[in-house]
T-cell receptor
Framework: GQQLNQSPQSMFIQEGEDVSMNCTSS?????WLWYKQDPGEGPVLLIA?????ELTSNGRLTAQFGITRKDSFLNISASIPSDVGIYFC????????FGAGTRLTVKP | NAGVTQTPKFQVLKTGQSMTLQCAQD?????MSWYRQDPGMGLRLIHY???????DQGEVPNGYNVSRSTTEDFPLRLLSAAPSQTSVYFC????????????FGPGTRLTVL
């Protein structure tokens, strides 16, 4: 089915480090999206990717739509304390499916 | 603009009780949806609406009803709550179903005892 496997489940990093997370699936998606959820809030869209191979940046965030259309990656450079939260990937094909999230903790 | 608002923020129910989770948006969005978020799982779509008077089932619709009498409001009803419905519920809206940027509300944390 259209299940998304997001990894890692959680990350504990030092402020200033770079972060990488990814989503994979056995299904092909037409669009990949990355959301961030702060504690007690709803997810907020960070980056949307519409074409295979596309590489898009939003400030310190960079995301890529995998060539096979079955995966996507999100990188955060030079992490800061406010990067703390849960990052979700979502893939759109017939409908939208969400990954289980990567919980990021940044130690000052 | 307030964006997407949800009430209540927290709710505790006993098994068998009914309640309505409220959702409203002031962005004149046609598409609205309800998701549930459970530990270790991604958001799962419960019901959605592509416009006033039109609703459809998502991935996990059982035990939930919705209606869309106005563009602004999209309430989610639990007719007879069960412990399996303990979850965090998010309402979201977007310009249209094909418009992928959804705006999410702050969520309702529901516990069913």
């Amino acid at each position: 089915g259209q299940q998304l496997n997001q990894s890692p489940q959680s990350m504990f990093i030092q402020e200033g480090e770079d972060v990488s997370m990814n989503c994979t699936s056995s299904s092909i998606f037409n669009t990949w999206l990355w959301y961030k959820q702060d504690p007690g809030e709803g997810p907020v869209l960070l980056i949307a990717l519409y074409k295979a191979g596309e590489l898009t940046s939003n400030g310190r965030l960079t995301a890529q739509f995998g060539i096979t259309r079955k995966d996507s990656f999100l990188n955060i450079s030079a992490s800061i304390p406010s990067d703390v939260g849960i990052y979700f990937c979502a893939g759109q094909a017939n409908d939208m499916r969400f990954g289980a999230g990567t919980r990021l903790t940044v130690k000052p | 603009n307030a964006g997407v608002t949800q009430t209540p923020k927290f709710q505790v129910l006993k098994t068998g009780q009914s309640m309505t989770l409220q959702c409203a948006q002031d962005m004149n969005h046609e598409y609205m949806s309800w998701y549930r978020q459970d530990p270790g799982m991604g958001l799962r779509l419960i019901h959605y609406s592509v416009g006033a008077g039109i609703t459809d089932q998502g991935e996990v619709p059982n035990g939930y009803n919705v209606s869309r009498s106005t563009t602004e409001d999209f309430p989610l009803r639990l007719l007879s709550a069960a412990p399996s419905q303990t979850s965090v519920y998010f309402c979201a809206s977007s310009y249209s179903k094909g418009h992928l940027e959804q705006f999410f509300g702050p969520g309702t944390r529901l516990t069913v005892l």
